[in-house]
């Protein structure tokens, strides 16, 4: 599962890239818990809570179906 998780990052990070940010994929949880780290730009943007949820959660869950839920660390 953390091949596909890494998948769906690197099909986002040209976006994040673009800010000035980018992001890593810190775990994944037997039980769908992906945690990641972002850095850069996107790391102090007042923004990030949406980056996470409305672009990198919702880029993942639609590759990987099985994630629950994407966590910022």
Not at 20 to 43: N, R
């Amino acid at each position: 599962m953390r091949q596909k998780v890494e998948a769906a990052l690197d099909k986002i990070r040209p976006m994040l890239a673009a800010d000035g940010g980018d992001v890593q994929l810190v775990d994944v949880s037997p039980d769908g818990i992906v945690k990641v780290k972002l850095t850069g730009a996107c790391g102090a943007c007042p923004m990030s809570a949406m980056t996470l949820k409305m672009g990198v959660e919702k880029a993942i869950k639609k590759d990987v179906p099985e994630i629950k839920e994407v966590a910022a660390v």
